[in-house]
């Protein structure tokens, strides 16, 4: 089964001749971390993006699985209206300087991401990732 989710990924990938990156772990938190982080490469712009890796979706080290995962991070910091919502409402997390950092940057980068692919291409939910369906299956065997 095809899904138009996995083929918009792709169809950014390639028309972008994006690249991306498995860089080394990187915790920042006990309560509030990112596994890891992946690099993307459009042209000669490069974004380091920390990744929440709960599924181990970086193991895969699939392009289009890193979009998305890359997309996860943009569209939260996209719709978050501040650091305190971002960190999900954790006061204590707005004053620790590594997070402030993240969050800063991410709100930098983000806008330059999403002038790269566009405001079409979004991650896959959330819910699809949790409940394995379908859709979820297709993104971690899609290749280009």
Known sequence: MTYSEINALKKCIIENDLTFEAISPKRLDVNFHYDEEVKMRFGDQEFIIPVDNEYSFVELNNPVVFL??????????????????????????????????????????????????????????HFDIELNTGLAKALRAAHL
């Open 68 to 125: 998305h995962l890359i997309l996860e991070e943009i569209e939260y910091i996209e719709d978050s209206k501040d650091l305190y919502e971002w960190t999900g409402n954790m006061i204590q997390l707005t004053y620790d300087e590594k997070i402030v950092a993240l969050y800063n940057g991410l709100k930098e980068v983000a806008p330059q991401i999403r002038a790269i692919v566009g405001k079409e291409v979004r991650a896959i939910p």
